[in-house]
């Protein structure tokens, strides 16, 4: 990640509030379905595996 820049005339305000469940619960849905795609994309097909789809 690199650095953000603010641009001129503009002012980035964050709110620190905690998060909500509704919010928590659907970041960590995302997050799981990401990890689940990533592996199903490196998943490689072993020896053994290959030896019984033939």
């Given at each position: 990640?690199?650095?953000?820049?603010?641009?001129?005339?503009?002012?980035?305000?964050?709110?620190?509030?905690?998060?909500?469940?509704?919010?928590?619960?659907?970041?960590?849905?995302?997050?799981?379905?990401?990890?689940?795609?990533r592996l199903a994309k490196t998943?490689?097909?072993?020896?053994?595996?290959?030896?019984?789809?033939?």
């Amino acid at each position: 990640m690199g650095l953000i820049k603010e641009p001129l005339d503009v002012d980035f305000v964050v709110d620190p509030r905690p998060l909500t469940k509704e919010e928590e619960n659907a970041i960590s849905e995302f997050i799981k379905a990401d990890k689940e795609k990533r592996l199903a994309k490196t998943k490689r097909v072993t020896k053994s595996q290959n030896e019984l789809k033939n």
